[in-house]
């Protein structure tokens, strides 16, 4: 049996769990790996130091090598190296968001034009099975919309401030110590990492190219114990929350921040570090997918996965795959955050005068708000009150103009927080 010889770029933690998974069969033989430092203790047992060399364009250029497999994250060296080995004639596997997200177009013609796949399993919630299902097996479907949990990061922080009553700096801190959240956390909570997935999740989903740019963010640093306890008073939980939506203007919404959902739905459910997916569809109906999102193994599944698909086309056509190349070039019109609708909790705090809620009421009323639930729970010592409400659906421009009246007329304080409600998860 001819073997497939590959090339990995990185030897890291999922790049071990790769190495290891791959041992098992016969067909593969892993003929380099670049590193960064040949010396590094590493975590696998007989390593044959002989594999491993610093120079990765090294591998690029490696006339025996069929299959780079790209694990060290970024932008550059991995576009670079990635560009030299389609250029070179090999296929490549990749678990690179961030690269996907802001390159993810060029490099897929790329590859095109030199009759080369990239596949990328591991790149969007690591052991879920995502991408191949959608390209494949959901491939009847018009997928209208995409709802996901895609950092583990941030729902183990959510989780535990739900499940400790803790502060956000609380439990970060202890998420730190655990080695949970890194310790520059920003890419994970403010929700930069989840994007990067959601473009090129929503870019196959929708069918349209959905660019890094397009997505409006916010992370979860701003959520208050206090916000997650009247969440769950309201019946709610609250999620960092991957949305994607063809609205029926024909644009795309996609965004990342937290939301409030309710705990009829199976993403209220989805705890500590695991992900979910939960596709919109026809003829499909609603489909959610959920795993480990990330960790040695689960993303060594998915990685290992895509290379051993590709070792048993290589050489059985000159086109293999088709269904897994990527070619979504129709560009799509985004919503603006402020033309999006929504239900919204908001949480104020306002003084203790008479006819404050009627006020609210009436502002709201003009606007032609609605209000699903308001909730005021006494007067605190310095005569202020807390007010919680959570509306119907409306324009976000128009909550955003009814906070400002409201601040302007005198009738609130403080607005301690503003979230958006998940209609129908
Ligand atoms: N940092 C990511 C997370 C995992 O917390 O889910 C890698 O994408």
């Known amino acids: 049996m001819s073997k497939i010889k590959i090339g990995m770029i990185g030897l890291g933690t999922v790049a071990s769990g790769v190495f290891k998974t791959l041992q098992d069969f016969d067909n593969i033989e892993i003929v380099k790996i670049a590193v960064r430092d040949i010396n590094k203790p590493r975590n696998i047992e007989n390593l044959d130091k002989n594999l491993l060399t610093t120079d990765a364009m090294s591998i690029v250029n490696d006339k025996s090598i069929d299959v780079i497999v790209e694990l060290i994250g970024g932008v550059e060296p991995a576009k670079t190296l990635i560009t030299t080995a389609i250029l070179n004639g090999k296929h490549v596997v990749t678990a690179n968001k961030e690269l996907l997200a802001k390159h993810g177009e060029e490099l897929f013609d790329l590859a095109e034009k030199n009759n080369k796949v990239i596949l990328y399993e591991g790149a969007i919630a690591g052991g879920i099975p995502l991408i191949m299902p959608i390209k494949t097996i959901l491939a009847a479907n018009k997928i209208s919309k995409i709802e996901a949990i895609l950092n583990?990061?941030?729902?183990?922080?959510?989780?535990?401030?739900?499940?400790?009553?803790?502060?956000?700096d609380d439990v970060l801190k202890e998420a730190q110590n655990l080695g949970y959240a890194e310790a520059d956390p920003t890419a994970d909570v403010e929700g930069f990492d989840a994007a990067y997935k959601l473009a090129t999740l929503a870019t196959i989903s929708l069918n349209k190219r959905i660019k890094i740019n397009d997505i409006y963010r916010e992370g979860i640093s701003k959520v208050t114990a206090d916000d997650i306890k009247y969440a769950n008073e309201?019946?709610?939980?609250?999620?960092?929350?991957?949305?994607?939506?063809?609205?029926?203007?024909?644009?795309?919404?996609?965004?990342?921040?937290?939301?409030?959902?309710?705990?009829?739905?199976?993403?209220?459910?989805?705890?500590?570090?695991?992900?979910?997916?939960?596709?919109?569809?026809?003829?499909?109906?609603?489909?959610?997918l959920s795993g480990p999102g990330a960790g040695e193994f689960p993303t060594a599944s998915s990685v290992a996965g895509d290379i051993i698909v590709l070792s048993h086309e290589i050489g059985t056509t000159d086109y293999i795959l088709p269904m897994m190349r990527c070619n979504h070039s129709s560009s799509v019109k985004v919503t603006n955050i402020l033309d999006t609708v929504n239900k919204y909790y908001l949480s104020l705090t306002v003084s203790n005068k008479v006819g404050v809620i009627g006020k609210l009421g009436l502002i709201c009323a003009d606007k032609g708000i609605s209000l699903a639930s308001v909730l005021q729970k006494g007067v605190s010592d310095d005569n202020t009150a807390n007010i919680i409400i959570i509306t119907e659906l409306c324009k976000e421009k128009d909550i955003l103009e009814v906070i400002d009246l409201l601040q302007k007329e005198g009738c609130i304080n403080k607005l301690n927080s503003m979230i958006r409600v998940a209609n129908d998860v």
Do not use: C, W
């Not at 583990?152 to 956000?168: F, P, R």
């Not at 309201?234 to 063809?246: F, P, S, T, V, W």
């Not at 939960?278 to 499909?284: E, H, S, V």
């Open 152 to 168: 583990g990061t941030t729902n183990y922080i959510l989780t535990n401030m739900d499940m400790k009553h803790a502060s956000y």
């Open 234 to 288: 309201l019946g709610y939980k609250i999620k960092l929350i991957a949305h994607a939506e063809l609205t029926d203007e024909n644009t795309a919404d996609v965004r990342v921040h937290p939301m409030f959902v309710s705990k009829s739905t199976t993403l209220a459910h989805i705890d500590y570090v695991t992900n979910a997916v939960t596709i919109t569809g026809f003829p499909i109906g609603q489909v959610t």
